[in-house]
């Protein structure tokens, strides 16, 4: 079964503009991942955020974390063309002394025109 | 370091065939997945090893999935017969514990599998 569910399902943006996708999750987590998946690819990872952070940020993404809302957003400030994929949350489930085998949602469809 | 290594990366088969998946991990990942993903969703875990034993299998279809990983490295999946429904990308993946307890995963690109 699905843990995450991205929103929107596909996103269309033009170059030089920001993006944003969701996930909202329904159960605890240890932590969420983003990952991107070129067509015809693996997933890449991106960025990982743990329970108790609220926001990280890495080069052009900034990820946050509400885990009383059970929701993650990732923002791409400034996209190009080569951002057009499919972006992926994953969540590991809270388990007692580890984290255990994440889970992914269904993804968003960026497309960015040039 | 050399990636997740998979093969083959196309396979076509008719329906109630068996075919097989071979994956490479990175040296030194003691975790190893392999997820389904079918066009236009996420993957979805079929199986998870740590080191040579199985972690979690509840989502395999054990009637006709199969997979192993012997000596705790290379890993194979099988599917014997195969049904149209199994048209997918089978992704494996492997990962090793980071400091924080997090799993971060290394993906193979795929092997794209198409029954007729």
């Known amino acids: 079964s699905q843990q995450g569910e991205e929103d929107p399902q596909a996103l269309s943006i033009q170059e030089g503009e920001n993006a944003t996708m969701n996930c909202s999750y329904k159960?605890?987590?240890?932590?969420l991942q983003w990952y991107r998946q070129n067509s015809g690819r693996g997933l890449v990872h991106l960025i990982l955020?743990?329970?108790?952070?609220r926001e990280k940020h890495s080069g052009r993404l900034r990820v946050t974390l509400d885990t009383s809302k059970k929701s993650s957003s990732l923002l791409i400030t400034a996209s190009r063309a080569a951002d057009t994929a499919s972006y992926f949350c994953a969540t590991a489930p809270q388990v007692r002394g580890s984290a255990r085998q994440l889970t992914f949602g269904s993804g968003t469809q960026l497309t960015v025109l040039p | 370091e050399a990636g997740v290594a998979q093969s083959p990366r196309y396979k076509i088969i008719e329906k109630r065939q068996s075919v097989a998946f071979w994956c490479n991990p990175i040296s030194g990942h003691a975790t190893l997945y392999w997820y389904q993903q079918i066009l236009g969703q996420g993957p979805k875990l079929l199986i998870q090893?740590?080191?040579?034993?199985?972690?979690?299998d509840s989502q395999l279809p054990k009637d006709r999935f199969s997979a192993e990983r012997l000596k705790g490295v290379d890993s194979t999946l099988k599917i014997q017969p195969a049904k149209l429904e199994d048209s997918a990308v089978y992704l494996c993946?492997?990962?090793?514990?980071?400091?924080?307890?997090?799993?971060?995963?290394?993906f193979g690109a795929g092997s794209r599998l198409t029954v007729l």
């Open positions: 159960t605890s987590i240890n932590n």
């Open positions: 955020i743990r329970s108790n952070e």
């Open positions: 090893f740590q080191n040579n034993g199985v972690v979690d």
């Open positions: 993946a492997s990962s090793t514990r980071q400091v924080s307890g997090a799993n971060v995963l290394t």
